[in-house]
């Protein structure tokens, strides 16, 4: 039909997902939207992820999505980075106790993985034009994330 030629159905995507949130709101929200995209059978929702449980999930192909505010050294330091050398990861940075995690996961991956720095960069609402209907300071608020200079680091197998 002309509706799917103009829009063609979205493929469907096999996945196993596992989250995990310290917040039961946020757990609770992470269900309610799994429901309403019609994955719930797909994902575990958990309240935190530790060390054992990223050795366990850290298959071939396995994408990691990690922004814990500041716990990322305490997540990865009783890892032996060899055995996530088979995933791939995207994690925010921070500095934490004057010291800066990013430094840290460069040292902890640089022998099992390719490690990408991603700058910040500046965010112009009116790209958003799901946001034009805001004025105009809620409109740079919705972009703010509160957070300094610290990069996400794009880290990827090697093996």
């Known amino acids: 039909c002309r509706r799917c030629a103009e829009n063609p159905p979205i493929p469907t995507v096999q996945f196993s997902r596992t989250t995990s949130d310290t917040l039961a709101k946020a757990r609770h929200l992470t269900g309610k939207l ?70 840290y996961l460069i040292d902890y991956f640089s022998r099992t993985h390719v490690v990408e720095i991603i700058p910040q960069q500046a965010r112009d609402p009116s790209m958003f034009p799901e946001l034009m209907e805001l004025d105009q300071i809620d409109r740079i608020l919705s972009l703010w994330e509160s957070r300094g200079p610290d990069p996400w680091l794009s880290v990827k197998s090697i093996a």
């Open 34 to 103: 799994a429901v309403l995209n019609k994955v719930s059978d797909r994902l575990e929702v958990r309240a935190e992820c530790d060390p054992q449980t990223l050795m366990d999930l850290a298959r071939p192909r396995s994408l990691f999505l990690i922004d814990i505010e500041g716990g990322e050294r305490e997540l990865f330091q009783s890892v032996p980075a060899e055995s996530l050398a088979a995933a791939d990861f995207l994690i925010e940075t921070h500095w934490v106790n004057n010291q800066s995690t990013c430094d």
